[in-house]
């Protein structure tokens, strides 16, 4: 090094040795609340979320603990609309929205791009700030008496009836510049930061699946935002545009909210969808199908995703010729969500697959966001969606897509990532155990809801006929083994937190870049810039080093041995 | 990121290589924001033609309602000041700092003047009842005004939906003056930044940024006014 050189990294007050990382780097909860490294923003988002999803989870279990009689089992029907409305808004606005792109979105995106961090970091922390306002503003809503409109606050009832739901209104507005911010960044990002050698041909899979996500973020949530505000008008100062009764139209507000709740549908399974691309073609050591196919479908679907609206609104009083259209654009959703699939499959065709973890909850996501979205054709159908209309059919579906879907997409990044976002390996043995509980509690929780559902028992119902208890009893029984499972996970994360063994760069041999950096990244994601020559899944271009799977102490005996022989 | 051969490292943030790439980053960064206050606004524009279809006797007689004056003189004020952002966005590139701190005060003038010609336009809408939906109670010369309007142009009564109409009609202007009185405070910022001597013929992002939203907010101004004043 010459001595400017020298003397320059000392004047450089952005200096960071090589060996730091970025848990450790700096110190004390100041560092945290006033960072700007995307990859602790990404884990102060990993945490708000799981908090989010663990309240979801409760009062999933209190709703199907009441479930498990007719009538009375444990509280009034009052509750109970109380209790699903924030269980879905909960789950949907506070955990699967934020979920895959703020949390770990955050942590790899820029790893991923050979960025030193997104392009707007300030703007990401700010982001994070207002989620935790939204959240805020949510937990006023449950203490300011009582909510009980659903997640979607249909008018007139959620601005005439008495309730608190202009709190939790304010709160998803709020929650919604937070998400805007997020898919803003992004695409800038994606746009702008991409390092040397890294061209849109090379952008692994799950960055476009991100991307595509960011667009919608982008353009429709603001939609939602301006619903909401007129809602909230609505009830403070009586603007009337969704009231029947002051020349307003109910159904105008159905529009709006689905012009955004569709779309965010996508925003929901797109991230899921760009995780199972990485971890398939990892634990199948093998080029990804159709690469280019993946890619512009995760574009199509965000695309379409904008045209289907009116699926929700079959029965709400559309004209006819409308249903017809939405219906048959409602079809063509099936066609890049097809191409996804088919290339996975032959993805996995004559791979060499082993069978971690992340990779089961992939295969899962395969299966079972293959029932959610065979499901949603039924749903499509005009004459059976009359039918299956607002009934436990529809509440089976949406599980399996968001949960069967984004939820074990989610779970598969996070086994999949966690090594390098702690450090640490976890005990698989047990990870497996949780799947399994996981698995078979989420199936046979839902698969029985089909069966209600297309019995006709109707969605939002505190008490039903007697001939229902057989399958409301076996769906709560799913629901204990699926929480138990969640519980299993969260001890065994919690024990390689605290006596994980330690995690080398890169352990499931990926071809991935983000396995490239230290195996807790440098704060500047790279100590020194990488310049990439090969594709995230060009296995057959990939060195020695590059998918050596120990640590970097075993890397150097593996070569002196090898010198040796 | 060490200090650059160009002196600009104060304000080149550490994860960009170049200044050009922090501009471009920018740059997109804004037009993305502004297609998502074009979708914000999408919404409200949707439902007033939905209503206006609908209830075109109350659009037409809520038109004549207001004072097309107040809003040609407001579109006026709005395309000058368009203009001395632009001009103010110019001085600062050519690095003339004096210019662009009297460019921005111009601009945040025409802006108030802007807010308080909407401030009279409410005033009368308050005192003669023209208020949205279940508050509206048009009442002495606030009636006289609705049955001449009426007779005018040929409807018959008072609209029940002039109620919708006013609804829309506060909310859209209320929204986009909303984004009036952020765009003066943004641009004093500005001004204050160029007070200190931020801006430079090299680094003059900030101001072509306010000035991106200045547009924008005027631009949606050019659709309110004759969506609102001038359709009969
Ligand atoms: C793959 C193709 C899909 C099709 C064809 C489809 C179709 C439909 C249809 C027609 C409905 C309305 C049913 C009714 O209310 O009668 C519906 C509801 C729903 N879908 Fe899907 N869907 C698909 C994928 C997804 C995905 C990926 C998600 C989420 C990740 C999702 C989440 C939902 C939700 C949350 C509802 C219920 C909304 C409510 O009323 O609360 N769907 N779906
Ligand atoms: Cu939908």
Redesign the interface.
């Known amino acids: 090094m010459t001595v400017e050189a020298e003397a320059a990294i000392h004047a450089d007050p952005h200096h960071i040795p090589a060996d730091a990382d970025y848990l450790t780097y700096e110190r004390g909860w100041k560092s945290w609340l006033t960072t700007v490294d995307h990859k602790r923003i990404g884990v102060m988002y990993l945490i708000s979320i799981l908090l989010a999803f663990f309240a979801g989870g409760v009062f999933a279990l209190i709703l199907r603990t009441e479930l498990l009689t007719p009538g009375r089992t444990i509280m009034e029907a009052d509750t109970y609309n109380e209790m699903f409305t924030l269980h879905g808004a909960i789950m949907v606005f506070l955990f699967i929205i934020p979920s895959i792109p703020a949390a770990i979105g955050n942590f790899v995106l820029p790893i991923m791009l050979g960025a030193k961090d997104v392009a707007f970091p300030k703007l990401n922390l700010a982001s994070l700030y207002i989620y935790w306002v939204g959240a805020i503003f949510t937990l006023v809503a449950i203490t300011q008496g009582h909510i009980d409109t659903g997640w979607t606050f249909y008018t007139p009832y959620s601005t005439r009836a008495d309730n608190s739901a202009i709190w939790m209104t304010i709160g998803v507005f709020i929650l919604g510049f937070s998400s805007i911010l997020t898919g803003l960044n992004f695409i800038a990002t994606v746009h702008t930061m991409r390092g040397p050698g890294m061209h849109w041909r090379r952008l692994p899979l799950f960055i476009w699946g991100t991307y595509a996500t960011a667009v919608i973020q982008v353009l429709a949530t603001p939609v939602l935002a301006i619903t909401l505000a007129l809602l909230a008008m609505e009830k403070i100062v009586g603007v009337g545009v969704f009231d029947p009764a002051l020349g307003g139209d109910p159904v105008l507000f159905q529009h709006f909210f689905w012009f955004y709740s569709h779309p965010a549908v996508y925003i929901m399974i797109l991230p899921g969808m760009a995780i199972v691309n990485e971890v398939i073609a990892t634990f199948s050591r093998r080029k990804i199908f159709g690469y280019m196919f993946i890619a512009m479908s995760s574009v199509a679907l965000a695309l379409l995703g904008f045209l289907v609206w009116g699926h929700h609104m079959f029965v709400s009083g559309q004209s006819e010729y409308a249903t017809m259209v939405f219906s048959a654009l409602t079809f063509l959703v099936a066609i890049p969500s097809g191409v996804k699939i088919f290339n996975w499959l032959a993805t996995l065709y004559q791979g060499s697959i082993s069978l971690e973890s992340p990779m089961l909850y992939s295969l899962a996501f395969i299966a079972l966001f293959t029932i959610g979205g065979l499901t949603g054709l039924f749903l499509g159908t005009l004459s059976t969606d009359i039918h299956l209309h607002d009934t436990y059919f529809v509440v089976a579906h949406f599980h399996y897509v968001m949960v069967g879907g984004t939820v074990f997409g989610f779970l598969s990044g996070l086994h999949y990532w966690w090594p390098k976002i702690t450090g640490r390996l976890y005990d698989e043995r047990w990870a497996r155990v949780a799947f399994s509980l996981v698995f078979i509690g989420f199936n046979v929780t839902f698969l029985s809801q089909f069966v209600l559902g297309s019995r006709g028992m109707p969605r939002r119902y505190y008490s039903y006929l007697d001939q229902f208890q057989p399958l409301h009893m076996t769906s709560s029984g799913g629901a204990y083994v699926l929480g138990v499972g969640f519980l299993v996970m969260a001890v065994m994360f919690a024990k390689s937190l605290k006596s994980g063994e330690k995690a080398g760069r890169n352990p499931w041999g990926s071809a991935g870049y983000e396995w490239q950096t230290s195996p807790r990244p440098h704060p500047h994601n790279f100590a020194e810039q990488p310049v990439f020559t090969r594709g995230p899944y060009d296995y057959h271009l990939a060195s020695e080093r590059e998918l050596f799977t120990g640590t970097d102490a075993e890397w150097d005996t593996h070569v002196a041995k090898k010198a040796e022989a | 990121?060490?200090?650059d051969a160009h002196g600009n490292s104060k304000f080149l943030?550490?994860?960009y290589d170049t200044p050009a790439?922090q501009f471009?980053?920018a740059k997109?960064?804004m037009w993305?924001?502004l297609?998502?206050?074009l979708?914000?606004?999408?919404?409200?524009f949707?439902?007033y033609g939905?209503?206006r279809s609908w209830?075109p006797d109350a659009w037409v007689v809520g038109s004549h309602l207001l004072d097309y004056r107040m809003g040609t003189a407001n579109t006026c004020v709005l395309l000058l000041s368009s203009f001395t952002a632009v001009m103010a966005v110019r001085s600062a590139q050519t690095g003339n700092q004096k210019a662009t701190g009297n460019f921005l005060l111009a601009t945040i003038f025409l802006a108030g003047c802007f807010m308080v010609v909407k401030y009279f336009e409410y005033h009368h809408k308050f005192e003669v009842g023209y208020l949205?939906?279940?508050?509206f109670a048009p009442h002495g010369e606030g009636l006289v005004e609705i049955v001449a309007a009426a007779r005018e142009t040929g409807v018959n009564g008072v609209p029940?939906?002039l109620?919708?109409f006013f609804?829309?009609y506060?909310?859209m202007t209320g929204?986009h003056g909303l984004h009036v009185l952020v765009g003066m405070f943004v641009m004093g910022w500005m001004w204050n930044r160029n007070r200190k001597g931020e801006f430079s013929k090299r680094y003059s992002t900030p101001v072509e940024m306010t000035a991106l939203y200045w547009h924008l907010v005027d631009i949606i101004w050019i659709f309110l006014f004759p969506l609102l004043y001038l359709i009969d």
């Open positions: 990121m060490s200090t943030q550490h994860h790439q471009g980053a997109l960064g993305l924001f297609a998502q206050e979708l914000f606004f999408s919404g409200l949707v439902a939905v209503y209830y949205p939906g279940q508050h029940f939906h109620r919708t609804g829309l506060f909310v929204i």
